[in-house]
């Protein structure tokens, strides 16, 4: 009787499994092939932090859950921002950021890439948002005091994280390539409009 029963059970989680993992290839297949349209994919993620904003400002309430969504997107944007290999630490074989003039360019390289930040920022908000249907998530917070503390974490954050760029001369954005003004006839021959 028992290796009946077992049988059965083992089945239906086998089958259970063979779904589950159908629907993970299904899901990568879709966000592999979203990961070439970028401003298709954030426009879908602002889309959906407007919905969560109107849905805590509906139901006002959930100020701790939007607080700690801040708090863990501010610390996404850090990662974001930052080179992959940090400057201030000890050297290493991977590719470093130039410091001089002589330095080979080699190209900023993120500690946390597009499309990891994107997911991670969609995927919060899409937490974020499930919570809110649940009462023992709503605690009675004055909403304003966590709002300002979040705006002074955030600006000495950013702070610190633009006195580093300044520090060792990075910009982690692509503005595109460089453009070169050409040689102007009244220009003199010894001046050029690229400095080494």
């Given at each position: 009787?028992?290796?009946?029963?077992?049988?059965?059970?083992?089945?239906?989680?086998?089958?259970?499994?063979?779904?589950?993992?159908?629907?993970?290839?299904?899901?990568?297949?879709?966000?592999?092939?979203?990961?070439?349209?970028?401003?298709?994919?954030?426009?879908?993620?602002?889309?959906?932090?407007?919905?969560?904003?109107?849905?805590?400002?509906?139901?006002?309430?959930?100020?701790?859950?939007?607080?700690?969504?801040?708090?863990?997107?501010?610390?996404?944007?850090?990662?974001?921002?930052?080179?992959?290999?940090?400057?201030?630490?000890?050297?290493?074989?991977?590719?470093?950021?130039?410091?001089?003039?002589?330095d080979?360019?080699?190209?900023?390289?993120?500690?946390?890439?597009?499309?990891?930040?994107?997911?991670?920022?969609?995927?919060?908000?899409?937490?974020?948002?499930?919570?809110?249907?649940?009462?023992?998530?709503?605690?009675?917070?004055?909403?304003?005091?966590?709002?300002?503390?979040?705006?002074?974490l955030?600006?000495?954050?950013?702070?610190?994280?633009?006195?580093?760029?300044?520090?060792?001369?990075?910009i982690?954005?692509?503005?595109?390539?460089?453009?070169?003004?050409?040689?102007?006839?009244?220009?003199?021959?010894s001046?050029?409009?690229?400095?080494?």
């Amino acid at each position: 009787m028992e290796g009946v029963g077992d049988d059965g059970a083992s089945t239906a989680a086998a089958a259970l499994n063979q779904r589950r993992h159908e629907a993970s290839k299904l899901f990568q297949h879709y966000l592999d092939k979203s990961t070439p349209h970028a401003l298709n994919r954030w426009i879908g993620t602002f889309v959906l932090v407007f919905v969560y904003a109107l849905r805590v400002y509906y139901v006002q309430g959930f100020y701790i859950v939007s607080y700690g969504l801040g708090i863990y997107i501010l610390n996404l944007l850090i990662g974001f921002l930052s080179p992959l290999v940090d400057p201030e630490m000890e050297p290493s074989d991977g590719p470093m950021l130039p410091t001089k003039g002589s330095d080979e360019f080699k190209p900023f390289i993120r500690r946390l890439p597009e499309f990891k930040f994107w997911y991670a920022i969609t995927k919060a908000f899409c937490v974020a948002f499930f919570m809110t249907f649940f009462s023992m998530f709503d605690v009675p917070v004055f909403w304003p005091i966590l709002l300002c503390y979040w705006v002074v974490l955030f600006v000495l954050t950013m702070k610190r994280q633009i006195m580093h760029m300044i520090k060792y001369k990075y910009i982690p954005f692509n503005l595109g390539k460089q453009k070169y003004g050409g040689k102007k006839a009244s220009a003199s021959t010894s001046s050029s409009p690229r400095a080494d």
